[in-house]
């Protein structure tokens, strides 16, 4: 089945600063990857998404890019603000076959942005 | 529209019980998984609901099973209860355009702790 890596595990910013979070995947048959926020005690919450057949896609400070080659997808924060700290998780799914509708995650990323 | 919700929100059981969790998808949304979530092994798929039928199931043992009514809501059943089983349990629901899962959306989680 597919395999999701996350790194870096932790990731400590100054306010203002940009932050990256890379994840690979293993699963060629992958074509959505989706980016979940969650805050200490609540529910993970989709920030941002992207689909195969584009290569970056960008809401406002936030952007995801994707190299289908390489098979490996971004998330980018830019000006960083304390409330951004959480926990972020990568994942990846397919829209066919025995596991349709399931998401991979990987393991999280705990980023802190000190003001 | 209500967002996913899950009762109850915490649950305490003591080794050998069983338990049953529930979970009331977005109005319209067919689709229901349900994940794990441990610190040690992050999120983890337990299985999937469409239409009352189990489309995908993880790597968990018997224990664990679920069920979806007419209405979409899901449950989640867990017999005999291990001390490994405490963890948060979350549902996500998602609409079906075209055969392809939309976005899922996260209830809150149900926080199951074993004794």
């Given at each position: 089945?597919?395999?999701?890596?996350?790194?870096?595990?932790?990731?400590?910013?100054?306010?203002?600063?940009?932050?990256?979070?890379?994840?690979t995947?293993?699963?060629?048959?992958?074509?959505?990857?989706?980016?979940?926020?969650?805050?200490?005690?609540?529910?993970?919450?989709?920030?941002?998404?992207?689909?195969?057949?584009?290569?970056?896609?960008?809401?406002?400070?936030?952007?995801?890019?994707l190299n289908k080659t390489a098979k490996h997808f971004?998330?980018?924060?830019?000006?960083?603000?304390?409330?951004?700290?959480?926990?972020?998780?990568?994942?990846?799914?397919?829209?066919?076959?025995?596991?349709?509708?399931?998401?991979?995650?990987?393991?999280?990323?705990?980023?802190?942005?000190?003001? | 529209?209500?967002?996913?919700?899950?009762?109850?929100?915490?649950?305490?059981?003591?080794?050998?019980?069983?338990?049953?969790?529930?979970?009331?998808?977005?109005?319209?949304?067919?689709?229901?998984?349900?994940?794990?979530?441990?610190?040690?092994?992050?999120?983890?798929?337990?299985?999937?609901?469409?239409?009352?039928?189990?489309?995908?199931?993880?790597?968990?043992?018997?224990?664990?099973?679920?069920?979806?009514?007419?209405?979409?809501?899901?449950?989640?059943?867990?017999?005999?209860?291990?001390?490994?089983?405490?963890?948060?349990?979350?549902?996500?629901?998602?609409?079906?355009?075209?055969?392809?899962?939309?976005?899922?959306?996260?209830?809150?989680?149900?926080?199951?702790?074993?004794?």
């Amino acid at each position: 089945g597919e395999n999701v890596e996350q790194h870096p595990s932790t990731l400590s910013v100054q306010e203002g600063d940009s932050a990256v979070i890379k994840c690979t995947y293993s699963d060629s048959a992958s074509n959505y990857f989706p980016w979940y926020k969650q805050e200490l005690g609540k529910r993970p919450q989709l920030i941002i998404d992207i689909r195969s057949n584009v290569g970056e896609k960008k809401d406002q400070r936030i952007a995801v890019t994707l190299n289908k080659t390489a098979k490996h997808f971004s998330l980018h924060i830019t000006e960083t603000q304390p409330e951004d700290s959480a926990v972020y998780f990568c994942a990846a799914r397919t829209d066919r076959g025995s596991t349709l509708g399931r998401l991979y995650f990987g393991r999280g990323t705990q980023l802190t942005v000190w003001p | 529209k209500a967002g996913v919700t899950q009762t109850p929100r915490y649950l305490i059981k003591t080794r050998g019980q069983q338990v049953t969790l529930s979970c009331s998808p977005i109005s319209g949304h067919r689709s229901v998984s349900w994940y794990q979530q441990t610190p040690g092994q992050g999120l983890q798929f337990l299985f999937e609901y469409f239409s009352e039928t189990q489309r995908n199931k993880g790597n968990f043992p018997g224990r664990f099973s679920g069920r979806q009514f007419s209405n979409s809501r899901s449950e989640m059943n867990v017999s005999t209860l291990e001390l490994g089983d405490s963890a948060l349990y979350l549902c996500a629901s998602s609409s079906m355009t075209s055969g392809r899962t939309d976005t899922q959306y996260f209830g809150p989680g149900t926080r199951l702790t074993v004794l």
